[in-house]
C-alpha cells in the first residue's frame, strides 16, 4: 500500500488514470480534464489564484464535476495548497467533486415553488427516471435534487439544468416531456426554447423602471458636476442601500473615497439569494445600462478603475447579456479608456459568477468569493471601505441602488428626495409572489401601505405576508396598514403571500431548513444552532411535539441572535419568532404534550437489547417501569 501511495504521489498522471477507472467502474466513461486544457484555463485567467472560482465553475461546465487530480494541478499552478482548493470546491453547492450525471437537475426548494406543486413534480420526475432524489441513477446519466430560491418566484415551480439552463413554469406534462429528453440523451440546445423563457412582468413601473435616459446621459451630468459634486448630490438625496441594510450610500462612498490605498474598487452585489426576490434579476435584464451608469458613476466619485459584478450562479443565463452591455458601452467610450474623452478616467468592469452561496450576498464574503476563497464572512472591522477586494478600499452596493444613483445623476437629489418619506427617499422595487393573482415587480414610493400591494396584486384572503424575505418580518392581518419604509417595515424587496389555507408552521419550517442548509459553517452557533432548529421544528411536524420543544426554540433564537458570526445566524430565527408569536395555534396543532415528549420511540430502541438478552418480559419495556 504504501509503495502503491509513493507512486500515485510521485506520479500524478499514473494517480489521474487510476481515479478514471475508478469512475468507469461505476458510470458510463466520462470525460476527464486533459493537461492542455487545464493549461489553457490558467492561461484565459493568467494564472491568477483570484480566479480560481471561476477556474472551477468553467472546468466543471465542461465535464460535469472536479476530479480530484485535476483540482491537484490547479493547487500546484497557482501556488496553492490541494486543501485549500478542495476547501473552495467543497463550499459552493453548485461545485461537485463527485459525478453527479450528465443531467444535473435541481428543483427550485423555496416555500413559494411548493406551494405550486414543486414537491409532487420532483417526486414524479424521480419515479420516471428511475432514480432516487439526491442520488445518481445507477448508469450516470442523470441526478435529481432541490436548491434554495432560483429568483423565479413569480412563475414557477422552476428548475435548473446543469446549474446553467433554467425551466420556468413547470407542469405534469412538462416533466413528462423532459424526463423523455432525458432518456433520449437529448442535447440541452435543443430542448424547447419556449422552456427556459423568462418574463420580466413587470406589473407596476415608477422611478427605476420607467423611462429610461440613453445610454452615457446621467454620467455626463455627473462628470459635469465633478467627484465631489456628485458625491454631495447623492448625500442630500439621502439614498440608502437597497440591499436591505439601508446603510447611507453616500457615507459609504466618502470612507471609500478616503481610505488610503493604491487602487479602489466598485463592486456590484447581484448575488441576489434571497428567498423571494427576483427584482435585481429584472434589472440586470432589462435594465442593464442604469446599472452599470450608476457603477461608472461610482467608481467617479471613489476613484476606482476597476469595477466587478458578482452575478449569482442562478443567474448565469444573463452572463452573454452583460458582457455585450458591457462590450456596447467600451464601444460609446462611456466604459474603458477615457470615458466621455475625460483623459485619466479609465474605469471597466469584470463579471465574476457565483457557484451557490447564500452566505456570499453579505460584502465580506462576496469579495472572499471574488478572491478565489470560502465565502466566509469576514470579521469587522476593518471594513470593505478600508481593506476590501485584495485589501484596498472597495465599495459594495446592490443592483439596485447604482440603478437609482444613476437617475439621481440625472435629476438631482432634489427630485429624489421629494419622493417616499422623510427617512426612506425616492422608490422601492417588490418582487410579489404566493397566493395573488398577479405575481411580479412592483415598484412603489416608500411609504406605501402594506395593504395597498395586496390589492394591487391581486391578493385575497390574506393571512401573512413575509416581507424581505425569510431574514425579514412576518405580518399578520392586523399589520397590513403599516408602511414600506426605514421607519416601519424595512426590506430587501421580497414580498410572499400567503392566504388563509397555508400552514404557517410549515412556512416557517421551509425557511429553517433554508438557514441550516445555506450556513457557512464557520462558528458553531449558526452551524449548530440552525440544524437544531431544524430538528426541534421536524419533530413537531412527526408529532412529537411539547412546550417545551417552543420553549427551547425561543432560547435558539435568544443564543443565535447575539453570538453569531455574521448576520444569517442571527437572522435565522428572525420568521421562527415572528410566526410563533403571530401564529401561534399553527404550533400548537403539531403538540402532543404539555410535557417533555422524545422524539423518538425509546422502548423500540431497546428491542434490539432485547433480543440478544432473549428477554421480553414486562420489566425489559420502559414503558412498564414504576
Known sequence: MIDTLSHVLEFPVCYLELQKRKVMRSFPPVSL?????????????????????????????????????????????????????????????????????VYRVLFSDNITDRMLGSEEMCRHLCHLLKVAPSEVRADGRVSVATTSCTGLCDQGPALLINHQRVVTRLTPSRIEHIAALIEQQTPLAQWPAEWSRVDDQIRLADVKLGEQPAPGQALAEAVARGPLGMLDEVKRAKLRGCGGAGYATATKWQLCRNAPGEQHYVVCNADEGEPGTFKDRVLLSSYADAVIEGMTIAALVVGARQGLIYLRGEYHYLLDHLQAVLQ?????????????????????????????????????????????KRGTPRIRPPFPVEKGYLGQPTTVNNVETFCAVTHIALNGSAWWSSIGTPQSTGTKI??????????????????????????DCGARNTQAVQVGGPSGVCLSASEFSRRVGFEDVPTAGAFMVFDRSRDMFEVARNFAHFFAHESCGFCTPCRVGTELVVRRLDKLQRGHGSTQDLDELFELD????????????AAACNPLRDTIAKFRPAYERHLQSLHFVPGFDLDAELSQAR???????AGAHLETLP
Open 33 to 101: 480534464p486533459t493537461e492542455p486544457e487545464i493549461q489553457c484555463l490558467l492561461e484565459r485567467h493568467h494564472t491568477n489564484p483570484n480566479a480560481l472560482v471561476q477556474m472551477l465553475r468553467e472546468l466543471q461546465a465542461c465535464h460535469g464535476w472536479l476530479p480530484r487530480p485535476a483540482l491537484a494541478q490547479l493547487a500546484d499552478a497557482l501556488g496553492l495548497t490541494l486543501a485549500h482548493v478542495e476547501g473552495v470546491a467543497g463550499f459552493y453547492r453548485f461545485f461537485h467533486t463527485q459525478p453527479v450525471g
Open 611 to 617: 433480543m440478544a438478552t432473549a428477554r421480553d418480559d
Open 430 to 455: 417588490h418582487s410579489v409572489s404566493g397566493d395573488c393573482e398577479r405575481p411580479g415587480i412592483y415598484e412603489y414610493p416608500f411609504g406605501t401601505r402594506i395593504g395597498r400591494i395586496l390589492e
Open 328 to 372: 456596447r458601452r467600451r464601444e460609446q467610450g462611456i466604459l474603458g479608456v477615457g470615458i466621455q474623452g475625460q483623459a485619466g478616467f479609465d474605469f471597466d468592469i469584470d463579471i465574476h459568477v457565483g457557484a451557490g452561496a447564500y452566505v456570499c450576498g453579505e460584502e465580506s464574503a462576496l469579495i472572499e468569493s471574488l478572491e478565489g
Open 558 to 569: 435568544k443564543l443565535m441572535h447575539g453570538a453569531t458570526h455574521c448576520g444569517l445566524g
